[in-house]
C-alpha cells in the first residue's frame, strides 16, 4: 500500500453520530458474499467433480485465501458441527430438523499420526452416518408421500492442511479413499503439490483435479466491502470521507485480494471507527487501522 495515499487531509469527521449498532457486537463480519466469488465458485466446481467422479482432488493456495472458510461452506459445517460430540449426535437447540450430511470435513492437528488420524476420520465418518440416519427417518415421518427427499450415504470428505501431513499419514489418506470408494480433497499452501503429489507415485494416480485456490478480484473486494459492514452504519457515500471506490483500492493494494487480510483489515477498521464515535471512514482511520496489522 502507498503510505502516502492514506495521510489525512483534514477531512472534517463528523463526531455527533455514535456508532451505536456497534453496542455488545460479539461476531465477526459477515463473509455471506464470498460464495459468489470465482475463487469460491471455482472450488465448489472442483468439489462436485469430485463427488460425481470419486477421485481424490487437490485444492492449495497461500494462507488466508478462503479455503477453509470454502470448505466449511461448501459442508454446511456451520451447521452440522454442533450436532457431532464424542458420544454420539445431539438434537439441535432450536428444535428445527437436522441437517442431511453428504459431506465430511476433517481437520487434523499439528502433531496428529497417522493412528490419529484413521481414528478420527473413522469416528466422524461414523457420526455423520448416524446423522444421516435420524435425519433420514425425519424427513421420513415429515413427507407426506413417504418418500426420502435424500439419499443415503456420504459422498465427499475434503481434509484440510494436508501439507502438514507426513509420508505415513498420506498413506493412511489413501488407505481411507481406498476404503469408503469417496471423493476426498485434499486441502493445503503450495506446499501440497510439491511434498505429496510429485514424491508419492501411489498418491498421484488417484488424483483427477489439481487447481489453485485464488485470490479474489478488485471488483470481488468492492462487491464484497459492503457485505462485510452489512447492519453497519457506516457512509461510504458521503463527501466527508473516503468513498467505496477509494477503500477497495486501499484494501485491494494493501492486500492483494487475500481474503483473510481483508477480514482483519476491515475489522480493525471497524474498531477505529467504534473507538472514534464515528461513522465515517477517512484516510486516518484507514491509516491507523493499517497500522495495527502492522501491513507495512
Same mark, same amino acid.
Given at each position: ?8 487531509? &483534514? ?43 470419486? $477421485? ?19 459442508? =454446511? #459445517? ?40 484413521? @481414528? ?5 465418518? #461414523?457420526?455423520?452416518?448416524?446423522? =444421516? ?5 425425519? %424427513? ?6 413417504? &418418500? ?14 494436508? %501439507?502438514?501431513?507426513?509420508? *505415513? ?18 486441502? =493445503? ?12 507415485? %501411489? ?6 483435479? *489439481?487447481?489453485?485456490?485464488? *485470490? ?35 484494501? $485491494?493494494?494493501?492486500? @492483494? =485480494? @487475500? ?27 484507514? $491509516? ?9
Amino acid at each position: 500500500m502507498d503510505e502516502r495515499s492514506l495521510v489525512p487531509k &483534514e477531512r472534517i469527521v463528523s463526531q455527533k453520530k455514535e456508532l451505536r449498532c456497534f453496542e455488545g457486537r460479539d461476531e465477526t463480519l459477515p463473509i455471506s458474499s464470498f460464495v459468489q466469488t470465482k475463487p469460491y465458485q471455482d472450488f465448489v466446481q472442483c468439489c462436485d467433480s469430485c463427488r460425481r467422479f470419486r $477421485y481424490v482432488a487437490m485444492s492449495y493456495g497461500p494462507a488466508g485465501v478462503g479455503k477453509t472458510i470454502g470448505a466449511r461452506l461448501y459442508a =454446511g #459445517w456451520d451447521e452440522i458441527e454442533p450436532l457431532l460430540t464424542r458420544r454420539g449426535v445431539r438434537m439441535p437447540v432450536d428444535g428445527t430438523m437436522r441437517p442431511y450430511p453428504r459431506v465430511a470435513l476433517y481437520t487434523p492437528g499439528r502433531t496428529v499420526s497417522a493412528k490419529q488420524i484413521e @481414528n478420527d476420520v473413522v469416528l466422524l465418518m #461414523w457420526s455423520l452416518q448416524n446423522l =444421516g440416519k435420524i435425519s433420514l427417518h425425519e %424427513h421420513l415421518e415429515a413427507s407426506v408421500a413417504g &418418500e426420502a427427499a435424500v439419499s443415503e450415504g456420504l459422498e465427499l470428505l475434503i481434509i484440510d492442511n494436508v %501439507h502438514r501431513l507426513d509420508v *505415513v499419514c498420506m498413506d493412511v489418506v489413501q488407505d481411507l479413499y481406498d476404503r469408503y470408494r469417496i471423493g476426498v480433497v485434499l486441502l =493445503g499452501s503450495e506446499v501440497l503439490v510439491e511434498k505429496h503429489l510429485k514424491r508419492l507415485e %501411489h498418491l498421484r494416480v488417484r488424483v483427477g483435479d *489439481v487447481r489453485p485456490f485464488g *485470490v479474489l478480484s478488485r471488483d470481488e473486494v468492492k462487491a464484497m466491502i459492503p457485505h462485510l459492514l452489512q447492519g453497519l452504519s457506516i457512509d461510504l457515500q458521503g463527501q466527508q470521507g473516503l468513498s467505496l471506490e477509494q477503500l477497495t483500492e486501499e484494501m $485491494y493494494h494493501a492486500t @492483494n =485480494g @487475500n481474503l483473510g487480510l481483508i477480514r482483519h483489515f476491515m475489522t480493525q477498521i471497524v474498531i477505529v471507527l467504534q473507538d472514534k464515535k464515528t461513522e465515517i471512514i477517512t484516510d486516518a482511520i484507514v $491509516y491507523k487501522a493499517y497500522a495495527k496489522l502492522r501491513m507495512e
